[in-house]
């Protein structure tokens, strides 16, 4: 039951190439796979998220992670943006998956899905000149706020990198409330191609999350809320009325955290 359900996961990618490859065929040039790979790679996302629900995409997002991270730390050439990537699978698979699903996230899966849409009807069966990655991306920037298109440009146009971590956590009971005491740590980078990294100002809305023990003993998300970072160490106060088990930063990895093991922390009690 809590195994990732790769035959679903797999199947609803394939079928979502009739769309996004078979439909829409992007010119021959740097990041023309992130409208076919990437895409289907989120479609299968949704797929899995409307069948099992947004609770079992923790682990597939940490999955995408773990590959993610690999793929780049084995690159003997050159690491591109998602945008411009060169047919390389760790980034048009693994990037993609959470770059999209990130974007969803933040801009909601109707203006997604509304972009996808306008795109489909703009360039399916359409013959040269055939669209490039930046066409595609210009449709996902008409949906966003212009007070998060850093944030865009952070998921597809830069290589961005976090080190988040969850340095303490701890509980008090009053009654039949729970008070969590949160203390996180938050920094963002950019890499270049060859990885090397700057400090970049944080200007970000990132999810801290609380759990508690399901009746199977897996850990349950009970709370889940975007808060504002603009400073590299933070507290938080939350009350949930579950007994809590686990709790910290980007609970969910939908950001991609060069560590991602500590991004939550143990309560205890």
């Known amino acids: 039951e ?15 190439h009739q769309w996004w490859g078979h439909q829409v065929c992007g010119a021959n040039v740097q990041g023309s796979t992130m409208m076919v790979e990437s895409m289907a790679q989120y479609t299968a996302l949704m797929v899995m998220e409307h069948e099992y629900g947004s609770s079992k995409m923790e682990k ?10 690999r793929g780049r730390a084995s690159e003997n050439k050159r690491e591109l943006p998602l945008v411009l990537n060169e047919n390389q699978q760790y980034i048009h698979y693994q990037k993609g998956s959470l770059a999209f699903y990130a974007l969803k996230d933040y801009i909601g899966e109707n203006a ?10 703009d360039y399916a069966f ?20 212009d007070t998060l298109m850093t944030t865009v440009g952070d998921l597809f146009e830069r290589i ?3 080190n988040n ?29 060859i990885g090397r990294e700057k400090n970049a100002a944080l200007n970000e809305w990132i999810d801290i999350g609380v759990y508690t023990k399901d009746k199977e003993g897996n850990d349950s998300l009970i709370y889940i809320s975007k808060r504002y970072f603009n400073k590299p160490n933070q507290q938080f106060t939350i009350n949930v009325s579950a007994k809590p088990s ?14 991602p093991e500590d991004n939550t922390k143990e309560i205890l009690h």
């Open 246 to 259: 686990r709790a910290g930063i980007d609970p969910m990895h939908k950001l991609i955290d060069r560590d």
């Open 165 to 193: 971590k969850t340095t303490d956590a701890t509980v008090k009971k009053n009654g039949n409330i729970y008070t969590v005491d949160l203390k996180v740590e938050c920094a963002k980078f950019y890499s270049d191609t």
């Open 60 to 69: 597939f997002l940490k999955y995408e992670m773990d590959r993610y991270l």
């Open 2 to 16: 809590s195994d990732i359900d790769m035959a679903f996961y797999v199947t609803a990618h394939e079928v979502g």
């Open 112 to 121: 997604v899905n509304k972009a996808c849409s306008s795109f489909l009807k």
């Open 160 to 162: 961005t990198l976090f």
């Open 126 to 145: 359409r013959d040269a000149p055939y669209p490039i990655a930046n066409d595609f991306l210009d449709y996902l920037k008409k949906e966003t706020p």
